[in-house]
């Protein structure tokens, strides 16, 4: 609930402030191999609302993350929940793109061909090293 609390005199302050708590959190789940889906959709939610703090990286590592909880629902909120201009970015349109394979059972296009394991491989360590 404190994530869409308002400062009446400064609230992009506190959206800042508590975006800025939640993207940490973020980086913490991909180093621990954690997975807090809320706390992920709230980033995705303070991204829609303010739009100047969108962060690449950070939504890539949500998708990532979401992507690993197939076949729950996840990763179609999350998808959802960004704004079509953002999706065209990479590595996000890339991270989509293998959300869709496996999400259509072409799993041997998402495991087998040369390119997109090297895509895959590409992807992560892009996210990763970016945070």
Known sequence: TFIFNTNEGNP???VNENLSTLERYVDTQA?????????????L????????????????QILLKAL???PHTDFTL????????????????QILYLGNLLETCHFQSFWCPAPTSKKISNIISTVGSTT
């Not at 303070?46 to 969108?54: H, K, S, T, W």
């Not at 999350?78 to 349109?93: A, F, N, S």
């Open 12 to 14: 992009g302050k506190v």
């Open 31 to 43: 180093r621990e191999n954690a997975y807090d889906l809320e706390a992920n959709l709230g980033v």
């Open 45 to 60: 939610k303070l991204y829609q609302f303010n739009p100047a703090y969108f962060q690449t990286t950070v939504t890539s």
């Open 68 to 70: 690993t909880n197939l």
């Open 78 to 93: 999350c998808k959802c929940m960004i704004d079509q201009t953002h999706q065209e970015e990479r590595p996000i349109r």
